[in-house]
């Protein structure tokens, strides 16, 4: 799985046991980007507010609010975020109550490291297969992948024609360089890429993106950082 996607990753973590909960946000602090913590599902929903994660990944049996009625809520607003829960197998009747709430994968306690960076990829595959691809950007940043847009703070910021063709060329590129000749061929096509189109093109997106986000290697191309 790319380094990369990991550490762009933003991920709930909702447990009620405190030992547990620790050892597991301590463990995904080092993989992911971001990770906020719960310990139950009406704190999580407080904490949904002013966080939007990536994926969720949520305990079943606990006080307040049970993680099968949290996931009821949250699918009430949000149909297609990653969904993981965890359980025991004495969780049946709070696993029934998930039938097609699209259930991304179970994990099955103990949790380990193993499970969760398996669960992680499965989520990597959701997202690599969906038509409705938002990626995660530093600094309060997204890219619809569907509806061609940028966000901040969803507020939607205007991309040309090229440069959504060559933002999502740096995407498709994510752990190589994108060179001078694929942005010939993806982004300018039959036209000619003279260098002060190229600057041009460059230094507006630049403006509209998180700061220092794309990267400039003399003479070889351009890459993400």
Request: aromatic letters at 8%; one cysteine or more.
């Amino acid at each position: 799985m790319s380094n990369k996607y990991l550490k762009s990753l933003k991920v709930l973590f909702i447990e009620d046991e405190d030992l547990i909960r620790d050892k597991i946000v301590s463990s995904l602090e080092y993989i992911v980007a971001e990770v906020i913590s719960a310990s139950n599902g009406i704190e999580a929903l407080e904490k949904l507010q002013n966080f939007t994660p990536d994926l969720i990944i949520t305990d079943l049996e606990m006080p307040e609010m049970n993680g099968a009625d949290f996931i009821h809520e949250v699918r009430k607003k949000d149909k297609d975020i990653c969904i993981v829960v965890v359980t025991a197998y004495t969780s049946e009747k709070y696993l029934l109550q998930l039938i097609d709430m699209h259930i991304e994968k179970y994990i099955f306690k103990p949790i380990t490291l193993e499970k969760l960076i398996s669960a992680l990829e499965d989520c990597q595959k959701k997202f690599s297969n969906s038509s409705n691809l938002k990626r995660t950007l530093p600094d309060d940043y997204a890219y619809d992948w569907n509806q061609k847009i940028l966000l901040h703070k969803d507020k939607m910021i205007t991309l040309t024609k090229k440069e959504i063709l060559f933002l999502e060329l740096l995407f498709k590129n994510i752990d190589s360089v994108t060179s001078f000749e694929e942005l010939q061929e993806v982004v300018w096509q039959d036209s000619v890429m003279t260098d002060n189109a190229l600057r041009s093109l460059i230094r507006n997106l630049r403006k509209k993106l998180p700061k220092d986000f794309i990267v400039n290697l003399s003479g070889i191309g351009y890459k993400v950082a």
